[in-house]
Every structure is written in structure tokens, then in C-alpha cells.
Nanobody
Framework: QVQLVESGGGLVQAGGSLRLSCAASGRTFSSYAMGWFRQAPGKEREFVATINWSGGWRQYADSVRGRFTISRDNAKNTVSLQMNSLKPEDTAVYYC????????????????WGQGTQVTVSS
């Protein structure tokens, strides 16, 4: 079992940057693929980015590709999401998730979820 805790959310102006972090408990973190999802008020949860166990394979949603970067540090049991050139439409609660299998772009493929961290991008 894995517990995930997100941090780093906040308020930022459009065009700014923010870095989210996710800390995982347990000693099997390195065996999990990790993902970031987000959910805006009144909208469905959507895929943002994912990274495999070694950190060498990444996938991004079209809406964030080129602006966001996902990375992980298995020695520290953390995964991060660097967000640059933020837009108001990036405003959402961002969730960290862990998958026992390979990387995936659908939420149902993930086994563990954090509580989320709020990101608000103002115009």
C-alpha cells in the first residue's frame, strides 16, 4: 500500500510557474508508475502527465505538453510536476496517483491517490 501527499499548490498569475511535489510512503515507491491528474470545478478529472518506474518514459496530455514536466526521485520517494507558462484553464485541484502496472492515461488504471493540491491561475 502507498500513501501520497501533494504539496506546492497556490495562486499564480497567468504566464507564471509553479512546481508541485508528491511524497509517497512505503518502500516500494520505485516499482510504481506515477501520474498527475487534475479536476476543475464542474469538470471531469483529466489526465495531465505520467512517468514510468525508472523515469525514462513520460507521457503528457496535449493541453500541457511543452509547458509541464513530470519527474521523479526514487531515492526520495517523490514525484514532481514543473508547470510553466500557466494559463487560467490550468486552474484545478491536482492529484498525484500511483499505478502498480505501467504508465497509463486513465484514472481507473491507478491504484492509489493523494488528497490533491489546489492550483489557481489568475488572469
Amino acid at each position: 500500500q502507498v500513501q501520497l501527499v501533494e504539496s506546492g499548490g497556490g495562486l499564480v498569475q497567468a504566464g507564471g510557474s509553479l512546481r508541485l511535489s508528491c511524497a509517497a510512503s512505503g518502500r516500494t515507491f520505485s516499482s510504481y508508475a506515477m501520474g498527475w491528474f487534475r479536476q476543475a470545478p464542474g469538470k471531469e478529472r483529466e489526465f495531465v502527465a505520467t512517468i514510468n518506474w525508472s523515469g525514462g518514459w513520460r507521457q503528457y496530455a496535449d493541453s500541457v505538453r511543452g509547458r509541464f514536466t513530470i519527474s521523479r526521485d526514487n531515492a526520495k520517494n517523490t514525484v514532481s510536476l514543473q508547470m510553466n507558462s500557466l494559463k487560467p484553464e490550468d486552474t484545478a485541484v491536482y492529484y498525484c496517483a500511483a499505478s502498480r502496472n505501467g504508465i497509463a492515461t486513465t484514472g481507473r488504471a491507478y491504484d492509489y491517490w493523494g488528497q490533491g493540491t489546489q492550483v489557481t491561475v489568475s488572469s
